[in-house]
């Protein structure tokens, strides 16, 4: 089983890890120019990012060769995922042929602008984490078959992000990251930039043009140097079984 994986604050890695397998990171395939995959049983894991798949993510598979008997995609999300599920089986068809199994769980959200972080970690128990991932596991153990149906609610989200175009004025950019007098240069941020979308010198910390908005530089930074315009608060969060060196690991 080979799973192919995007990760910012830990979330998805830490799915991938619980699924097993070969895990893969795709801004590593990017950079690597590798969109042959092939293997009995082939899927992938990210974020939901306004209600869809990250852009590296998409594309990647709309370039992406994938063979395999059996696909899964699973996507990490913090409170709705919109049409999500859909959207992720779309691109894993178009990839593969066929999205056999697609599924969400829903862990901590780590969008600054719209939630307190530590509100967010404080009702991660409520969540029950491990359970999801039990019946993931069971399902994609037993070659499930499903795509989760999208409810009104979460359409009315996706036609919030797609139709309305409220994805396009998102304030996690680039733009909106501030550094403040904390900062020691250390690279950290630069490091688990999955985009390489982050410079640091002795002088500055440059934000480029081609953020994902992932969040991984401002939740990652060991100084907590990196704000965001109108964050609810100060409070940073990367999953507790995840480290900065698995981050950089993945993104490097």
Same mark, same amino acid.
């Given at each position: 089983m080979t799973v192919l994986y995007f990760t910012a604050t830990g979330n998805s890695l830490f799915v991938a890890k619980k699924i097993g397998g070969e895990l893969l990171s795709i801004p590593k395939l990017v950079r690597e120019g590798?969109?042959?995959?092939? !293997?009995? $049983? $082939?899927?992938?894991?990210?974020?939901t990012y306004c209600a869809d798949v990250p852009r590296m993510v998409r594309e990647y598979l709309a370039k992406a060769t994938i063979e395999a008997d059996y696909t899964f995609f699973i996507g990490t999300y913090g409170y709705m995922a919109g049409a999500y599920t859909d959207h992720a089986a779309e691109y894993l068809k178009k990839a593969a042929g066929h999205a056999d199994y697609v599924d969400k769980i829903i862990?901590?959200?780590? /969008?600054?602008?719209? %939630?307190? &972080?530590q509100k967010q970690i404080d009702t991660l128990p409520e969540k029950? $984490?491990?359970?999801?991932?039990?019946? #993931?596991? &069971?399902?994609? &153990?037993?070659?499930?078959?499903s795509t989760p149906k999208v409810g009104a609610g979460d359409k009315f989200v996706d036609w919030l992000y797609?139709? /309305? *175009?409220a994805s396009q004025?998102?304030?996690?950019k680039a733009k909106s990251h501030i550094v403040n !007098?904390?900062?020691?240069?250390? *690279?950290? @941020? /630069?490091? $688990?930039?999955? /985009? !390489?979308?982050? #410079?640091?010198t002795k002088?500055?910390?440059? %934000?480029? !043009?081609?953020?994902? *908005? @992932?969040? *991984?530089?401002v939740h990652n930074c060991p100084k907590n140097a990196i704000h965001l315009k109108n964050e609810k608060s100060n409070a940073? %969060?990367?999953?507790p079984e995840v480290s900065i060196r698995d981050l950089v690991e993945a993104n490097n």
């Amino acid at each position: 089983m080979t799973v192919l994986y995007f990760t910012a604050t830990g979330n998805s890695l830490f799915v991938a890890k619980k699924i097993g397998g070969e895990l893969l990171s795709i801004p590593k395939l990017v950079r690597e120019g590798r969109y042959e995959i092939k !293997d009995d $049983v $082939v899927g992938l894991v990210c974020p939901t990012y306004c209600a869809d798949v990250p852009r590296m993510v998409r594309e990647y598979l709309a370039k992406a060769t994938i063979e395999a008997d059996y696909t899964f995609f699973i996507g990490t999300y913090g409170y709705m995922a919109g049409a999500y599920t859909d959207h992720a089986a779309e691109y894993l068809k178009k990839a593969a042929g066929h999205a056999d199994y697609v599924d969400k769980i829903i862990m901590v959200d780590t /969008a600054l602008t719209r %939630f307190e &972080s530590q509100k967010q970690i404080d009702t991660l128990p409520e969540k029950h $984490v491990d359970q999801q991932m039990e019946r #993931i596991l &069971s399902n994609i &153990s037993s070659r499930r078959h499903s795509t989760p149906k999208v409810g009104a609610g979460d359409k009315f989200v996706d036609w919030l992000y797609h139709t /309305a *175009g409220a994805s396009q004025v998102a304030p996690e950019k680039a733009k909106s990251h501030i550094v403040n !007098d904390q900062c020691v240069h250390c *690279g950290t @941020c /630069a490091r $688990v930039c999955p /985009a !390489d979308n982050i #410079i640091v010198t002795k002088e500055k910390v440059e %934000f480029l !043009d081609h953020c994902e *908005g @992932c969040l *991984g530089c401002v939740h990652n930074c060991p100084k907590n140097a990196i704000h965001l315009k109108n964050e609810k608060s100060n409070a940073r %969060f990367r999953n507790p079984e995840v480290s900065i060196r698995d981050l950089v690991e993945a993104n490097n």
